[in-house]
């Protein structure tokens, strides 16, 4: 099992950041990485995502919502091609700081018999994910 976590500190409550986090038919508008959602996503159905990373490498998943928590938490699996080859299960969670501030931490958790031959696109991952939470930011923080 491999595990990317980032994180980002944003001047806003969490329901102005979840907000926008749910707000899945602006991702086209404003997000780096995660392109688009098939439909509305809703809780243990499946919903098609289409990722882009900072390299180019594109995808098109269509994992499972776990969670949908409101101002709390999104979380959704995925496989490629066949459960235990290639696994993810992706994750936002949204913590309160001080007044005014709130903590989103994105992460991801890898398994699957393919991992060890992943490396350079774990890397990438990472980097896509502090480029979603900076664009993140940037569009809670302009109340755009």
């Known amino acids: 099992m491999k595990k990317i976590e980032t994180s980002i500190?944003?001047?806003a409550t969490v329901?102005?950041?979840?907000?926008?986090?749910?707000?899945?038919?602006?991702?086209?508008?404003?997000?780096?990485?995660?392109?688009?959602?098939?439909?509305?996503?809703?809780l243990g159905k499946r919903c098609a995502?289409?990722?882009?990373?900072?390299?180019?490498?594109k995808i098109k998943?269509?994992?499972r919502f776990?969670?949908?928590?409101?101002?709390?938490e999104?979380?959704?699996?995925?496989?490629?091609?066949?459960p235990g080859i290639f696994d993810g299960e992706h994750y936002f969670i949204l913590e309160q700081m001080e007044e005014g501030?709130?903590?989103?931490?994105?992460?991801?958790?890898?398994?699957g018999l393919l991992i060890p031959f992943f490396g350079k696109l774990l890397l990438t991952t990472k980097q896509g994910f502090e480029l979603f939470n900076a664009a993140l930011k940037q569009r809670v923080e302009l109340g755009c």
């Open 9 to 11: 500190a944003i001047k």
């Open 15 to 42: 329901e102005q950041v979840w907000q926008v986090l749910t707000d899945f038919k602006t991702y086209p508008v404003w997000s780096p990485t995660i392109k688009s959602f098939g439909q509305e996503p809703a």
């Open 49 to 57: 995502v289409r990722l882009e990373q900072p390299d180019g490498f």
């Open 61 to 63: 998943m269509n994992p």
């Open 66 to 72: 776990l969670s949908i928590d409101s101002n709390r």
């Open 74 to 82: 999104l979380r959704w699996r995925g496989e490629l091609f066949v």
């Open 101 to 111: 501030q709130v903590r989103l931490i994105q992460g991801e958790l890898f398994s």
